[in-house]
């Protein structure tokens, strides 16, 4: 592909008609979107269904360990997972500012076709929208997904109960020092890359075993801290948690100190919250670290009863602080 | 609601979830979204499913009989419609630019909010990502949409068969026309409105009466000929039409005319183009008539077998001529 995209790839004429024909359907290609017509159409069983949408306007397009395009099908893959729920098809709505390369755009929809494929789950329909120079930042992807959750499972963010252990798929902050370490202001250099990954095979290994699994959440934007929150105010309980027992990789950590960040608020891509009985936790814990995304797994802390809601932690020097919302800078356009 | 949009709150911190708590969720009110989960749960009976997104990045976002969120509702209703399907429910994701007026997002929040609950199609799950200023342009919604499809019905562009009529549900080009008028750079004054309106229920009582229906579709961007275009492709046949029989409103030709565009070519949100058997024709016109949004429903031509698939018209004149996919100019971010 040469050339850049211009007005009319979004006009509703010829070229638009080609640059879906040739790049976008070219590139998903899977039987529904294949029906080239305003829906896509496929049949479902009865159940229980669950829908998901997020917007990415991450900053730098690409990043170590991927870009906007593979991001879009693992985090929207995420949320319809954190129901327990098999992901069944995407949608993908892209809004393009004039100029932006046609070989950048490939680039972006190859990855994105390839997240896709390799996570079982089709991009069914889509849109194409361009906005003038100067109206937008390069490409913006919004995507949606539904998937079906299984017989029995009802996972929640107001399921957890006071003596829950609480656990981790893996390290904290890798996704958002990935790409600070990108941004040119920033300019410093590390091998840290992004963990953005679709976790729902992982998802699905844990059911599998624990199908009364109370909680499951991934931590983005404002990190472990606010998902963490999120949830006790959900769920009405407090938390305690342990900062020594919270996995950091060193880069991470290193990385995070030079730009004064705190990793438990930095956003992670590939990494999920459980929280279960304590009777169940050895176990989930178990089928999380037999799984290639949940090698790091490890239990945090447990719920507890507080009509505050509290999010305490007892930090690496033995003391104990409450653990607040967002603290420290704001991380722009992280996702 | 005071002041403007800032980076917080798109930040995943507490401004983000106060945002979201008290302007979002409390419009848009419903039970899925108000379980505040990653994503919102509902059941679904087993059978044909249909999926649909699309980007919205009108500009002006308010305009002469409507904004950019009921546009967002109406035109994902619409395409979910397409498919003589039942809409069951909307994601939305907001892309919003930093120093936007909170008081336009809650008008446009509230429109959106009010056109979801006249269609009776619920917004159950969102998202909420803002830009830095000079990164986008005010506001880009993206809608995706799901719903069910009646037992029995099969719609799709590719089952337009030679001997088909053809059928238009009301005046072609106002909403474009609509949009038009309000570009600061026109300047010109009309009292025409957007004919942006959700098609459900008129397909409902055609899909009723005609359960055999071949082909629906909305004549969005490109407006009519586009889309009489791209069924002829995809059914591999040919059109006839006569441009006498394709309602326009006299406002509407007369502003045409000073704007240089052809009527046929500037894009609809609450029409639909309907390809039926001959022998359905009088019956679902009829249907169509009945309704408040079919009130100048037409028929305008017949399919025929052409292996070049050319759409052809029967001039005002008297004469012949071919109806090609885009003629003149571009009318960009009118959707
Ligand atoms: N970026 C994309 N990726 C995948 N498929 C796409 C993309 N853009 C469009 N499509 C597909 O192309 C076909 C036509 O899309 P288009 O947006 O023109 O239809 P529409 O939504 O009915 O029209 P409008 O957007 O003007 O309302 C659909 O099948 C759609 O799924
Ligand atoms: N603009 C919005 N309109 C309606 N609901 C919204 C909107 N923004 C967020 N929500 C709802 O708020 C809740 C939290 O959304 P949020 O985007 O923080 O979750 P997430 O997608 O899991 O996180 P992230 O976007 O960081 O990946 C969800 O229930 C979501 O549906
Ligand atoms: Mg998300
Ligand atoms: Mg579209
Ligand atoms: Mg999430
Ligand atoms: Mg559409
Ligand atoms: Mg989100
Ligand atoms: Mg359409």
Known sequence: AHGRVDLTHGGGGRAMAQLVEELFIKAFDNPALNQRNDQAAFDVPAGRMVMTTDGYVISPLFFPGGDIGSLAVHGTVNDVAMAGAVPLSLSAGFIIEEGFPLADLKRIVDSMARASR?????????????????????????????????????????KAQAGDAILISGTMGDHGVAVMSQRESLGFETDILSDSAALHTMVAEMIKTSPGIHVLRDPTRGGL???????????????????????????????CELLGLDP???????????????????????VMRAHPLGENAARIGTCRADSHHFVQMKTGMGGMRVVDWLAGEQLPRIC
């Open 225 to 255: 801290a606010a998902t963490l929150n999120e949830i006790a105010t959900q769920s009405g309980i407090g938390m305690l948690i342990e900062e020594n027992l919270v996995p950091v990789r060193p880069e991470v950590r290193g990385a």
């Open 264 to 286: 438990l608020y930095v956003a992670n891509e590939g990494k999920l919250i459980c929280i279960c009985a304590e009777a169940d936790a050895e176990v989930v814990l178990a």
């Open 118 to 158: 390799e996570a079982g789950v089709p991009v069914v329909t889509g849109d194409t929208k361009v906005v003038e120079k100067g109206k937008g930042d390069g490409i913006f992807i919004t995507t949606a997904g539904i998937g079906m959750v299984p017989p029995g499972v009802e996972i929640s963010g107001d």
